[in-house]
């Protein structure tokens, strides 16, 4: 028996314990079991280093089991399996007379589609090969009701799976009723959506595959990573509206057209890049004046190694009543580097200019607090 202290003591106490010893601790008695079973499943890390495949398997009994136990869960962390050997979705252990032992959740997905019969085939692709998405589909589903933050990792390999019913469930969402958070309905506290990529992969999947989650009232902050922007996009509709607060793009293809317009509610627009191909600050920047009233921080990191010869950065700022926070590359900030002397001279190289830094420093709003140029790699000459 474990000595007889308050629980107020006893939480303090499990909130220093490292995660990994909670579980032990639960099985000490029913009194610490209660007390512990919210802070364990408070944030979810599905991502194990050594077994995620066993790691997300582990989960879904779980919520096959006791569901209700993801009613608690406010942060989770997935990433997306796929089979190494056979390059398709990725199949989870599963029993083939679990759906017939667990018919209430059929049930329940009729809440996320749009007819039973939909609904019906989700629950079979949950016990059928390549089951791994409509998995995570579900147990993401399961969440909504408390969840706040959700990270993907690998979002990308959703394209070797040939259903995902998440959208569908976002956009149906979306469409009901809302209520107040005291009676919260699915995704209602969803605040925070990270979807990264993988790195070494040169594809872009299209923003389209996003838009369910944007268009959630209760986002605030969007991470996104090598997702492609098309000119024709939902984003560049001026009748669209999104009320994210914070918006990050990490390495993403941008369309030519401004395509914040949608954003209304935007405090934070952070771009970071390492392709040559992408557009030009000032252009991304043109936006309407609610939205130069409301960002607070921009950050514009493109970090190309090869400016174009004679770009100018001609974008005012001034107007951008309440930035207070500004990270630029040099490129971004005073345009394109000029040479002195000819380029097969020795003593060649590019500069900057006084003008240009004065320029620059022109178009700055009086509200800017900090300040940040990066890439500043050339020598500047009166």
């Known amino acids: 028996m474990p000595p007889s202290l308050p629980s107020e003591l006893w939480l303090e106490i499990i909130t220093l314990l490292p995660r990994a010893d909670l579980p032990n601790l639960a099985r000490v008695s029913k009194t610490l079991y209660d007390l512990t079973v919210e802070p364990l499943y408070q944030n979810v890390d599905l991502t194990n280093q050594w077994n995620s495949h066993k790691a997300t398997e582990s989960f879904f009994w779980t919520a096959i089991k006791r569901p209700g136990l993801l009613r608690l869960v406010k942060q989770v962390t997935f990433q997306i399996l796929t089979d190494p050997w056979l390059d398709n979705g990725a199949t989870l252990i599963y029993h083939p007379d679990?759906?017939?032992?667990?018919?209430?959740?059929?049930?329940?997905?009729?809440?996320?589609?749009?007819?039973?019969?939909?609904?019906?085939?989700?629950?079979?692709?949950?016990?059928?090969?390549?089951?791994?998405?409509?998995?995570?589909?579900?147990?993401?589903?399961?969440?909504?009701?408390?969840?706040?933050?959700?990270?993907?990792?690998?979002?990308?390999?959703?394209?070797?799976?040939?259903d995902h019913y998440l959208p569908g469930a976002l956009l149906r969402t979306t469409q009901q009723p809302q209520s107040d958070m005291d009676h919260p309905y699915p995704f209602s506290r969803l605040q925070e959506v990270k979807l990264y990529r993988e790195t070494f992969k040169s594809t872009f999947q299209s923003i389209d595959s996003i838009i369910p989650f944007l268009e959630l009232k209760s986002l605030k902050r969007f991470v996104g990573q090598k997702f492609i922007f098309n000119d024709s996009s939902p984003l560049n509709n001026e009748l669209t509206t999104f009320y994210v607060e914070s918006l990050e793009l990490w390495d993403c293809?941008?369309?030519?057209?401004?395509?914040?317009?949608?954003?209304?509610?935007?405090?934070?627009?952070?771009?970071?890049?390492?392709?040559?191909?992408?557009?030009?600050?000032?252009?991304?920047?043109?936006?309407?004046?609610?939205?130069?009233?409301?960002?607070?921080?921009?950050?514009?990191?493109?970090?190309?190694?090869?400016?174009?010869?004679?770009?100018?950065?001609?974008?005012?700022?001034?107007?951008?009543?309440?930035?207070?926070?500004?990270?630029?590359?040099?490129?971004?900030?005073?345009?394109?580097?000029?040479?002195?002397?000819?380029?097969?001279?020795?003593?060649?190289?590019?500069?900057?200019?006084?003008?240009?830094?004065?320029?620059?420093?022109?178009?700055?709003?009086?509200?800017?607090?900090?300040?940040?140029?990066?890439?500043?790699?050339?020598?500047?000459?009166?």
């Open 253 to 382: 293809k941008l369309p030519k057209v401004p395509f914040l317009q949608s954003f209304k509610a935007l405090k934070t627009f952070k771009y970071t890049s390492q392709f040559e191909w992408m557009p030009c600050f000032a252009d991304i920047m043109r936006v309407d004046l609610r939205i130069r009233e409301s960002l607070q921080e921009i950050v514009f990191d493109d970090r190309i190694e090869e400016c174009i010869e004679g770009h100018q950065c001609p974008l005012d700022l001034t107007s951008f009543k309440v930035l207070t926070s500004l990270e630029l590359s040099s490129y971004s900030s005073v345009g394109s580097p000029r040479w002195r002397l000819f380029e097969y001279d020795a003593d060649s190289s590019p500069i900057f200019t006084s003008q240009q830094i004065q320029g620059f420093i022109t178009r700055l709003p009086r509200s800017l607090q900090y300040l940040k140029i990066t890439d500043c790699i050339y020598e500047i000459i009166p």
């Open 98 to 162: 679990a759906l017939k032992e667990y018919r209430w959740i059929q049930d329940l997905m009729i809440t996320f589609t749009s007819s039973p019969s939909q609904a019906k085939e989700w629950c079979s692709a949950l016990f059928e090969d390549e089951n791994y998405l409509p998995v995570f589909d579900f147990l993401v589903c399961m969440m909504s009701w408390s969840l706040e933050s959700l990270t993907v990792y690998d979002y990308g390999r959703i394209s070797k799976y040939k």
